[in-house]
């Protein structure tokens, strides 16, 4: 079994939860906020909405500068309207993911700063030479 289908299974587990929390955001509560300095509804549902899509960027490009900006943010309409932005970004990453290579999953940077600063390395996608997880 490939790294990406492994992936794919979680990937749609999280989907199918998150779906059902952008559905249950209530009408007519657009600005509620449990605390004053917590980020409202209408801002935190369509940020959850587009974390698929944000996938989507992690997989089919080679970087990722957020000081470059370029996208729009999507605004709150009704929990309908979040729903379906999260199912299409959802199944534009669902894709990518699914046509990602192992060989694709093999790039650890973070692991080799860490190894070239004589530092352990966790298991990742399996046991390291550090750290064997019983192996």
């Known amino acids: 079994m490939s ?9 749609d587990a999280e989907a199918k ?8 955001i209530p009408a007519g509560k657009e600005d509620f906020r449990p605390h004053p300095k917590s980020m409202p509804l209408n801002k935190l549902g369509p940020h959850v909405a587009e ?4 996938g989507l960027t992690v997989l089919t490009t080679p970087e990722l500068d957020f000081s470059k900006g370029g996208s729009k943010r999507l605004a ?12 299409e970004g959802a199944a534009k990453v669902r894709a990518a993911l699914k046509n990602t290579p192992d060989e694709a999953w093999t790039r650890a940077q973070l692991g080799v700063y860490l190894r070239l600063n004589d530092k352990p390395l ?3 996608y399996g046991p390291s ?6 192996f």
């Open 76 to 87: 709150f309409e009704s929990a309908d309207q979040l729903v379906r932005a999260f199912d």
């Open 122 to 124: 966790p298991a990742t």
């Open 3 to 11: 790294i990406s289908e492994l992936l794919l299974t979680e990937f």
């Open 51 to 54: 974390l698929a899509g944000f």
């Open 129 to 134: 030479a550090d750290d064997t997880m019983g």
């Open 17 to 24: 939860t998150t779906r059902t929390m952008l559905e249950r």
